[in-house]
């Protein structure tokens, strides 16, 4: 027996009523979603009413209706932004031709790979963030983080409708892979790496939505761009949810730093985790680590695959449209660094190549961005510290960097230089054992843990002392 998929229960703008065979595949499908999501999604509120947007239409306002809903119960909707008649390719070879409606046969698998590449991160990261309920600081956080779940739960549709509906029976088969990998697991992992790290405590997930979300916003960005009609359209609706996934990191952290700095004024040594903070030493250490598990996510700098994906039209550079004049990037070359023989020099490489790496670009000037507001917060308190962006050398598996060992400066190091120091740099286990003593969980309307400061305001307009989860006596 399976759950009978209507457009009420699946809210959608794709005429689901209206394609037999795609409601078939789905119905085959969203009982195993709903398995995966009651052993894998968030543990212990399952049957908890949580205040949460969900989108039920591409119409401005459709897309952020707010109400009380049991997670298992929400309603998971497919959403394209709407066709722009007359589209056509602008960029690589197929400049200018009509965008494609259907899979071009030629471009199959290679499209297969990127949607199923996107599709595992989304699943993955609700196994990552399952246990975290069970220590959120307050209500509000509580609700945040459920909301990031719902939404990676909708992106996952968002995948599994392209497979389901343009793939055939391969598509159906990844469509259940998808649900089949396991974040962190040894024989069945997720596809990237950054998605088998443990998010187990708050800070990780702060910085998980910082900057591992925030590779999600610039992959989706560079597919929005695609000449596969129904892949941009896609990506485009995603982002509007992926802007709050890195408001909620990057407030999240930037709450963290302005409690530490407050914790530090309180204290005679300026010592934050002696006032029950975390010190802004240890906040810089996860930065360190996270920023450069999610530099890896965007793939080796020097890429022939990325030349493919632009050259076919099926990728293309972040704001491709509106921020470049040579759309076919050929004839132009990109100054990219490497070491060789122990030293740090520069090359040209062929710009196709290079694409890997100009999206990097643009996604460590947006990270950037943040870090100068945490400093700030940091300056405004008379603190002398400054968080920083270690250098793109450092703590790297993938890429020309891989094999290279460097200290955050980017300075190279020799590997037992690397081995004796990096719980300088990363979190080591005494971090861990602290960080996690800290987390609690706080559920009374208002208040909050001591080591992160209340938002500014709260959700939909709602005061931060609203109940935002109703949790049972
Ligand atoms: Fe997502
Ligand atoms: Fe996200």
Known sequence: MTAHISDERIPNNVDLSGDKRLQRALEQWQPHFLDWWKEMGPEGFQGDD???????????????????????????GIFLEPKAEGRSIH??????????????????????????TQGDTEPASVEQQRLLGKTAPSLYDLR???????????????????????????GREEAEGLLERRSGDHDKPRILGAFNEPTNHWLSFFMFTMFTDRDGKYQLSALSESGFDPLSRTCRFMLTEEAHHMFVGETGVGRI????????????????????GIDLQTIQKYLNLWYSVSLDLFGGE????????????????????????DHTALGSVYQMEDV???????????????????????????????VDRWNKTIREAGIQFELALPSRRFHRAI???????????????????????KGEWLPNEGDEVYIKSLMHAVHDPGKIAQWIAPPRKGINGQPFAFEYVRLPE
């Open 50 to 76: 949580v205040y949460l947007r969900t989108a039920i239409s591409v119409e401005p306002g459709g897309w952020a209706h707010f109400d009380y809903v049991k997670m298992p119960d929400y309603r998971w």
């Open 91 to 116: 960029f690589g070879d197929h400049i200018g031709q009509p965008v494609w409606d259907e899979v071009p046969g030629e471009l199959r698998n290679l499209l297969r790979r990127l949607i199923v």
């Open 144 to 170: 945040n983080l459920f909301q990031v779940n719902v939404e990676e739960g909708r992106h996952l549709w968002a995948m599994v409708y392209l497979l389901h509906r343009y793939f055939g029976r391969d």
């Open 257 to 276: 730093v302005e409690r530490t700095v407050e914790l530090m004024k309180k204290d005679a040594n300026e010592d934050a985790r002696a006032q029950g």
């Open 302 to 325: 020097v890429s022939s695959n990325a030349a493919e994906a632009f050259a076919a039209g099926v990728k293309g550079r972040h704001k491709e449209a509106t921020r470049f004049e």
């Open 340 to 370: 060789q023989g122990g030293k740090v020099v520069t090359r040209e490489v062929p710009m196709r190549n290079a694409l890997n790496e100009v999206l990097r670009d643009d996604y460590v000037e947006d990270c950037q961005r943040g």
């Open 399 to 421: 890429g020309s960097f891989a094999e290279v060992r460097s200290d955050p400066s980017g300075s190279l190091l020799a590997p037992t230089e690397w081995e004796s120091r």
